[in-house]
């Protein structure tokens, strides 16, 4: 795989909450999914740069600009007994696809997972995103076809939370 000579894969910064912000908004309008984004700076910088961080992000830059990112955090697996990195989020800008970003960008959360001996490196994609599936595969990916993701958000899980009549522990 060849790269562009001046691309540079960095970790985020608080200086790059804005930057994070449009990376989110753009990948929302790609995936259709516009309406259904509700962060904001302010946000981002208490989520990611604050006391305690719910993720990180690597942000790659291709002469001085921030064209791409990928945003990740911990998981576990009870079966390997070992945490592993997952990919939430993936974007590079139409301007820079074809040229190795988005492989240097997997690249680099795989050196990471490696680094930190993690057990696993996973990420989700919609199944219409031919593009990103055929990168995926090209890379090793293998589809986990017998899995279904399940979500909840809103109402249903302020319902669910609502069973448990009890307090648990403190956060």
Do not use: C
């Amino acid at each position: 795989m060849s790269y562009p000579v001046d691309l540079v894969i960095r970790f985020a910064t608080a200086a790059d909450t804005g930057s994070i912000l449009g990376f989110i908004k753009d990948l929302a309008e790609y995936e259709k999914l516009a309406h259904e984004v509700i962060a904001d700076e302010e946000a981002i910088r208490l989520t990611l740069f604050g006391d305690r961080p719910a993720a990180e992000v690597l942000i790659a830059e291709v002469g001085g600009a921030a064209v791409g990112f990928a945003l990740f955090f911990q998981s576990y697996s009870t079966f390997l007994a070992k945490p592993g990195l997952y990919l939430e989020d993936l974007f590079v800008r139409p301007v820079a696809r074809g040229q190795g970003v988005g492989s240097a960008l997997l690249s680099s959360l795989a050196r990471i997972a490696v680094q930190r001996n993690y057990g696993r490196f996973e990420w989700s994609v919609l199944d219409w995103n031919e593009p990103a599936i055929r990168l995926y595969h090209s890379i090793g990916a293998r589809s986990m076809t017998d899995w279904t993701i399940n979500r909840m958000t809103g109402e249903p899980l302020a319902k669910l939370a609502e069973q448990w009549p009890h307090p648990v522990g403190t956060t």
